[in-house]
């Protein structure tokens, strides 16, 4: 299996090294975007392996002559290991509602053998029409949503995905038990010291985050994705505070 390559030439991120008067909220625009692929794989542990699996997932569920889905395809690295990992025949689609982002991904195809099979969109996802679907990606998306739109999102995910269809959903995740909790923020924010960021960048980060990405438990995701129909629920990886989970519709492709 090949890893997913960088899609952008990476900058090591130092947008949050120096003391900000007013911390403004986090939004994935040029300075984000310039850095983004340094910044995720500094901050989110176990991104790298999650890039595995989803490749690991398009190679078994991916289905001839069905579309692709990557709603929050942010730099790409997801959507070019889908089109690793998938049929010739499957269509890749790449969704961001940051047109920054998007412009950066797209320059990346222009070197990509996979390129011609990949559709990039600068539209908000939730608008964004769905069909034909065999795999769906939510990577590290959810958790910038309304909560109130969440559910909505995975019931048209289940009801777009072919018989045997698959959607993988990555998530910084809350643990209900307060001293749980403690825990592994303290570990988190050890594995962002390990990484090199500083305590002035680590807060500074949190501050921009708070209100912005909206975590929720484990238990709630898996119980989000039965309720929406999917037949086989359940959590394929976890790092820390982040999980990685696999929903799978009924029937025979």
Request: glycine share 4%; hydrophobic share 40%.
């Amino acid at each position: 299996m090949k890893n997913s390559k960088d899609v952008n030439n990476q900058r090591t991120d130092t947008i949050y090294s120096s003391p900000q008067e007013t911390v403004q909220p986090f939004e994935f625009n040029q300075s984000v975007v310039a850095v983004f692929d340094d910044m995720i794989s500094r901050s989110v542990p176990g991104y790298a392996f999650n890039l595995d699996l989803i490749a690991l997932a398009a190679s078994r569920y991916a289905q001839a002559d069905s579309q692709l889905y990557d709603l929050g395809c942010s730099s790409g690295r997801a959507t070019l290991a889908l089109a690793e990992a998938s049929p010739e025949t499957c269509h890749i689609i790449g969704v961001d509602n940051s047109a920054a982002m998007i412009d950066a991904c797209s320059a990346s195809l222009d070197d990509s053998p996979y390129g011609h099979r990949i559709e990039l969109r600068c539209e908000d996802l939730l608008e964004t029409p769905l069909s034909n679907a065999s795999v769906i990606i939510l990577n590290y998306t959810l958790q910038f949503l309304p909560i109130t739109a969440r559910a909505p999102l995975i019931e048209r995910i289940h009801a777009a995905l072919k018989p045997r269809g698959l959607v993988f959903v990555a998530e910084k995740v809350a643990d209900p038990i307060p001293h749980h909790q403690i825990v592994l923020d303290e570990l988190h924010l050890d594995f962002k010291r390990s990484t090199g960021y500083s305590e002035l960048e680590i807060a500074q980060k949190r501050a921009a985050l708070e209100e912005v990405l909206i975590p929720e438990s484990e238990q709630v995701h898996l119980d989000r994705l039965r309720s929406a129909g999917f037949e086989t629920v359940t959590t394929l990886s976890k790092a820390i505070n982040f999980c990685g989970f696999i929903g799978i519709k009924a029937g025979t492709p």
